[in-house]
């Protein structure tokens, strides 16, 4: 069974610009989560949604945000970036969200 | 929300000793589980734990639940072993996952 995947891998934007990052999960999964990691906040959750419906939601601004498709592929899209939005950003899928979660290798994005 | 707390941040072995990770968390959860992140930062399931005891070859995990912790036992310790080890809990109350910070393990051979 494949993994889950992400893409791009590695992003470089400028401030102000906008990005999208993509979320492909494991068959069967229905349930994604989206986290950033940085040196400094350490991995934190951003939101998670199940069967197209965003279920929780983090302590992050409104300029990211996320959907999800009918075949649980998820994109995370964050607008008018800031260097502080450089990070490696990491999905997770499992079946119900409270079980098993399975992580991506992660998108690197760097904000110049 | 909920707090997690990891023990010790830092870790330094030598290639064939034994080590304990703890993970502390200030509410009830419904799921625990524990991570190794390698260099290349993807994150590796080690196990989903939210009560009880596990094993898998050289590594196991304990949970208890009723006094919120856990620990990561790692024996006979290998170079491939280093990197941060992570432990992730989702409160029974909030539905999102919480991180701990971490413990950076090094091996040295």
């Known amino acids: 069974k494949a993994g889950v995947t992400q893409t791009p891998r590695y992003l470089i934007k400028t401030r102000g610009q906008q990005v999208t990052l993509s979320c492909s999960p494991i068959?069967?999964?229905?349930?994604v989560s989206w986290y950033q990691q940085t040196p400094g906040q350490g991995l934190q959750f951003l939101f998670e949604?199940?069967?197209?419906?965003?279920?929780n939601k983090g302590n992050f601004p409104g300029r990211f945000s996320g959907r999800q498709f009918s075949n649980s592929r998820s994109e995370m899209n964050v607008s008018t970036l800031e260097l502080g939005d450089s990070a490696l950003y990491l999905c997770?899928?499992?079946?119900?969200?409270?079980?098993?979660?399975?992580f991506g290798p992660g998108t690197r994005l760097t904000v110049l | 929300g909920i707090q997690v707390e990891q023990s010790p941040p830092d870790l330094i072995l030598q290639e064939g000793a034994n080590s304990t990770l703890r993970c502390n968390f200030s509410?009830?959860?419904?799921?625990l589980q524990w991570f190794h992140q390698n260099p290349w930062g993807q994150l590796i399931n080690l196990f989903y734990?939210?009560?009880g005891t596990k094993q898998n070859g050289r590594l196991s995990a304990t949970t208890v639940a009723t006094e919120r912790y856990s620990l990561l036992y790692i024996s006979s310790s290998q170079t491939t072993d280093s990197g941060v080890y992570f432990c992730?809990?989702?409160?029974?109350?909030?539905?999102?996952?919480?991180f701990g910070d971490g413990t950076t393990l090094t091996v040295k051979p």
């Open positions: 068959s069967g999964h229905r349930s």
């Open positions: 992730a809990v989702i409160n029974t109350n909030a539905g999102k996952s919480t």
């Open positions: 949604y199940f069967s197209e419906t965003q279920r």
């Open positions: 734990i939210p009560s």
């Open positions: 997770a899928s499992s079946f119900t969200g409270e079980d098993t979660q399975y």
């Open positions: 509410d009830s959860v419904n799921n």
